[in-house]
């Protein structure tokens, strides 16, 4: 059965203050690894996808990293516009089922 | 764009009544999902369609029913609601075929059982 598990659970930055968030995964032949940042009453909006190993993505302040076991997204100077709840899922290679890991709450404090 | 639009935003029920919440998209896309999301739990998956005439469980499929109606419009049915129900529900849509598969989300129903 496919895993997702996210660390930390939550993470408070000063703004400026650089960290990383975690995402281990185990899933049967990977087909893709997704990124979405959640707004509190909202949806999840799509950040970011990675495929293989090594592949990196970026986005503003954002940095995505993958190897075959685990994520990190990389947060760079944060501001305070960067507080949110950062989600990760899977997409094994057989089925359509998008498996989430529970989410790391980022607040960033100016 | 609309992307996917879910209805209603907010419902409260009452112990055993049923409702339907709706979904649609516009995005031509093949596969839709429904999940719930529930403080410390993360999104878990109650039912998906691959393509428009299929439908599968998902890991909490329990105390729920799924319609796909056509291409667009992806239904979700609480027949005799529980607080356990009690839950803020996302639907979501993805293009299996293509080469970027990641779901794009409605902005929520947050459901209230009382």
């Known amino acids: 059965e496919d895993q997702v598990t996210q660390s930390p659970e939550a993470l408070r930055l000063q703004e400026g203050e650089s960290s990383s968030l975690n995402c281990s995964y185990t899933?049967?032949?990977?087909?893709?690894l997704f990124w979405y940042r959640q707004d509190p009453g909202k949806g999840p909006e799509f950040l970011f996808t990675?495929?293989?190993a090594g592949e990196e993505k970026e986005k503003e302040r954002l940095k995505a990293t993958l190897t075959k076991k685990e994520s990190f997204l990389h947060i760079t100077a944060p501001k305070p516009e960067d507080s949110a709840t950062y989600l990760c899922a899977v997409r094994a290679a057989a089925g359509n089922k998008l498996t989430f890991g529970g989410g790391t709450r980022v607040l960033v404090k100016p | 764009n609309a992307g996917v639009t879910q209805t209603p935003k907010f419902q409260v029920l009452k112990t055993g009544q049923s409702m339907t919440l709706q979904c649609a998209q516009d995005?031509?896309?093949?596969?839709m999902y429904w999940y719930r999301q529930d403080p410390g739990m993360g999104l878990r998956l109650i039912y998906y369609?691959?393509?428009?005439?299929?439908?599968d469980k998902g890991e909490v499929p329990n105390g729920y029913n799924v319609s796909r109606l056509n291409k667009r419009e992806f239904s979700l049915r609480l027949e005799s609601a529980a607080p356990s129900q009690t839950s803020v529900y996302f639907c979501?849509?993805?293009?299996?075929?293509?080469?970027?598969?990641?779901?794009?989300f409605g902005q929520g129903t947050r459901l209230t059982v009382v």
């Open positions: 995005m031509n896309h093949n596969s």
């Open positions: 369609s691959a393509s428009e005439g299929t439908t």
């Open positions: 990675l495929y293989s």
């Open positions: 899933v049967s032949g990977l087909r893709g």
């Open positions: 979501a849509s993805s293009d299996q075929g293509a080469m970027n598969t990641e779901a794009f």
